[in-house]
């Protein structure tokens, strides 16, 4: 059964140093979502693309994160400058279509910011 | 925006016995209710989902119910395991707005 990949697994990293997050969606996908989630807490919405374009990112914290997803396929999150409120659970989804289309679950990176 | 109200934060329950988790949601436009499950350092999983078309959805042992009147909807496990353990998850969405989620429900299952 294909799953979504990500890497790495785990992250630290000291505050003010950059980060940088992959994701290989199922294959075929044409969503990609990023979320954060943080202990206790369910998923939060940082960006969705639709193949290679942004559809929403209203939640992403655009001073000092950014994404990709150049070719409409794999994506890259990246923080820079990180800081100690960015240590979260990172997760990467991907969806056949948008709206209400079943959304599957990327293993995660955690980050931890020192 | 949607909001997600989970509840409970936790639950404890004897093996074979049932769980009850609620959610309400605050838009009506919402048609699209799915429940996932995450065990520790494991990713979320789809356990099921209910789109607004249908008040019940059974698979063995689980069932979701939604009530689009008073918006809510539940998931019930029956018969539970210890490998029902886990957290859980209620997430709400419509064709026009992205998945809101719950802040989640850890269930142990004591044997």
Same mark, same amino acid.
């Given at each position: 059964?294909?799953?979504v990949?990500?890497s790495?697994r785990?992250?630290i990293?000291?505050k003010?140093q950059?980060?940088?997050?992959?994701?290989?969606?199922?294959?075929g996908h044409?969503t990609?979502y990023?979320?954060r989630?943080i202990?206790?807490?369910?998923?939060e919405?940082l960006v969705q693309?639709q193949d290679?374009s942004?559809?929403?990112?209203?939640?992403?914290?655009?001073?000092r994160?950014?994404a990709?997803r150049l070719?409409?396929?794999?994506?890259?999150l990246k923080i820079?400058?990180?800081?100690?409120?960015?240590s979260a659970?990172y997760l990467?989804?991907s969806?056949?279509g948008q709206?209400t289309?079943?959304?599957?679950?990327?293993p995660g990176?955690?980050?931890t910011?020192? | 925006g949607?909001?997600?109200e989970q509840?409970?934060?936790?639950?404890s329950?004897?093996e074979?016995d049932?769980?009850?988790i609620k959610c309400?949601?605050s838009?009506?436009a919402?048609?699209?209710?799915p429940?996932?499950?995450q065990?520790?350092?494991?990713?979320?999983?789809l356990?099921?989902?209910?789109? *607004?078309?249908?008040?019940? =959805?059974k698979?063995?042992r689980?069932?979701? #119910?939604?009530?689009?009147? $008073?918006?809510?909807?539940?998931?019930?496990?029956?018969?539970t395991?210890p490998e029902d353990?886990?957290?859980?998850?209620?997430a709400? *969405?419509s064709?026009?707005? =992205?998945?809101s989620f719950?802040?989640?429900? #850890?269930?142990?299952v004591? $044997?």
């Amino acid at each position: 059964e294909a799953e979504v990949a990500q890497s790495p697994r785990y992250k630290i990293t000291e505050k003010s140093q950059a980060v940088a997050f992959w994701c290989d969606p199922i294959s075929g996908h044409a969503t990609l979502y990023w979320y954060r989630q943080i202990l206790g807490q369910g998923p939060e919405l940082l960006v969705q693309f639709q193949d290679e374009s942004v559809v929403d990112d209203s939640q992403l914290p655009k001073d000092r994160f950014s994404a990709e997803r150049l070719k409409g396929v794999d994506s890259t999150l990246k923080i820079q400058p990180a800081e100690l409120g960015d240590s979260a659970m990172y997760l990467c989804a991907s969806s056949l279509g948008q709206g209400t289309d079943t959304q599957y679950f990327g293993p995660g990176t955690r980050l931890t910011v020192l | 925006g949607e909001n997600v109200e989970q509840h409970p934060s936790t639950l404890s329950v004897q093996e074979g016995d049932s769980a009850v988790i609620k959610c309400t949601y605050s838009d009506s436009a919402s048609n699209y209710f799915p429940w996932y499950k995450q065990e520790l350092g494991k990713r979320p999983q789809l356990i099921i989902d209910i789109r *607004s078309n249908v008040g019940e =959805k059974k698979d063995q042992r689980i069932a979701v #119910t939604l009530n689009k009147t $008073a918006k809510h909807f539940s998931l019930h496990i029956t018969e539970t395991q210890p490998e029902d353990s886990a957290v859980y998850f209620c997430a709400a *969405s419509s064709n026009d707005y =992205k998945l809101s989620f719950g802040a989640g429900t #850890t269930v142990t299952v004591r $044997a």
